[in-house]
């Protein structure tokens, strides 16, 4: 039994779509349904590719809306930081399902995470049908070499249980968490174990300051001395980069995250540089962060925010336009985000969206999805040829809701 959609359109123009075993086997104007197919009513609606959340820590809804409005490290040393240490593997799975219900919701088809327990977050993601990499991060304690041998036991335990929608990948949480020492570790074991790497980078100016003060160069030159700037790296935020540290990072081919909403709510008082990262060629793509810092899961919120804030720092309206941030939430502007979308041949993976809906119904898509949507258009999702949510409705959020809560009662935010 395959997938189908009817009556959709793809730029404009009137198309069907069938899936079969996870791809697309046909997609065009003259395609039907075979008799056993499952059939998705796309009248109304605009075929496009999902989102990629290129930046989060999914199992964090457990603590969203939980002490809010305080500054930086008051929040996370007096009250994220003694809950998460009461945190068990099934918290985190709930609290990632949970998560995974609200992307199924707002149109995300994958995203890339950092959290502790990551065998609970890799189980929640193949339950819940999405497509995610999955990282616990690592972060030097007093004992070094043990939080390396987790780091290594942890990616084990998350490609036990793959099933090709669930990678896993290397997270050194950030350069003044981890040493030198341990960066160049996670440079090696990433190579040879062919895993991709996600690290916090420039966040605050603080960072950079002290980066400088205790290593005598900014931070991109840092984590390169390390080994660790290359084609399978996310670097997290990159407010504070210059243009020598893009210059680096364009040439060494790393990707940053922007992260424009968590960036606002945390006050960190700067705006990633974009047009200078664009104009040397950095690969990018952009990221909620973790719910209990956004506070939202639904990146369209954050592609808008992205645009407006660019255009508000640049002095210009044209700074950005709504095809380039929308490529941008899709990981097209990345080839390590990149997922190819809508041929023949490719994952089916994609959203329908409510072209008929009040703020839709005029103008041009992009500028509809950029600007004037939240997830709220979005009617399907499907990833691997697997409905997630059709009409609204995602399957299993009742009970992620209910499990979630009760899981964040045991562990005193609720
Ligand atoms: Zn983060």
């Known amino acids: ?39 998705l009513d796309g009248s109304g609606m605009a075929l496009v590719p999902g989102l990629v959340n290129a930046h989060t820590h999914a199992a964090m809804t457990l603590f969203r809306g939980f002490a809010d409005d305080l500054p930086l490290m008051v929040w996370l040393e007096e009250h994220i930081w003694p809950a998460e240490a009461r945190l068990e593997p099934e918290h985190v799975y709930w609290g990632t399902r949970l998560a995974c219900a609200e992307m199924i919701r707002t149109g995300t088809v994958a995203f890339w995470d950092m959290y502790w327990h990551p065998e609970a977050v890799a189980r929640a993601v193949e339950d819940a049908g999405l497509r995610a990499v999955v990282a616990a991060p690592l972060i030097d304690g007093p004992d070094a070499e043990r939080a390396r041998e987790d780091a290594d036991e942890a990616l084990d335990r998350v490609r036990e249980s793959s099933t090709g929608r669930v990678r896993a990948g290397y997270a050194p949480h ?28 420039s966040e605050t100016q603080k960072e950079v300051e002290d980066c400088i003060a205790e290593h005598d160069v900014r931070p991109a030159f840092h984590l390169d ?76 919120s954050d592609l808008k925010t992205f645009a407006l804030l660019q255009k508000n720092d640049a002095f210009d309206a044209a700074a950005v336009n ?21 041929h023949g041949g490719d994952p089916a993976d994609f959203l329908l969206v409510r072209s008929g809906a009040p703020e839709m ?25 697997r409905v997630l949510m059709s009409g609204g409705v995602v399957d299993g959020a009742d009970e992620a809701v209910r499990k979630a809560q009760e899981c964040g009662s045991e562990i005193g935010v609720r």
């Open 1 to 39: 039994m395959g997938l189908a959609v009817t009556d959709a359109t793809l730029n404009g123009e009137p198309v069907g779509l069938r899936a079969q075993d996870g791809l697309i086997a046909e997609i065009g104007p003259g395609v039907v349904p075979q008799p056993d197919d499952e059939v």
């Open 174 to 201: 950030a350069l003044y968490t981890v040493s030198l020492e341990s960066l160049e570790w996670v440079a090696r074991r990433a190579a040879e174990r062919e895993a991709t790497i996600q690290i916090h980078l």
């Open 225 to 300: 001395r390390a080994g660790l700037l290359g084609p399978n790296t996310i670097l997290a935020h990159g407010v504070w980069l210059d243009n020598d540290e893009l210059d680096l990072i364009a040439e060494r081919g790393a990707t940053v995250v922007t992260n424009p909403v968590a960036n606002l709510k945390l006050a960190v008082g700067g705006v990633f540089p974009y047009p200078a990262a664009r104009e040397r060629g950095v690969e990018m793509g952009i990221g909620t962060d973790g719910p209990g810092s956004n506070n939202s899961l639904d990146l369209f």
């Open 322 to 342: 709504a095809a380039e941030t929308l490529r941008l939430g899709m990981g097209d502007a990345s080839s390590l985000l990149r997922s190819p979308a809508l």
């Open 361 to 385: 119904a005029m103008g041009e898509l992009d500028a509809g999805l950029v600007y004037a949507a939240s997830g709220g258009v979005v009617d399907a999702t499907v990833v691997a040829g």
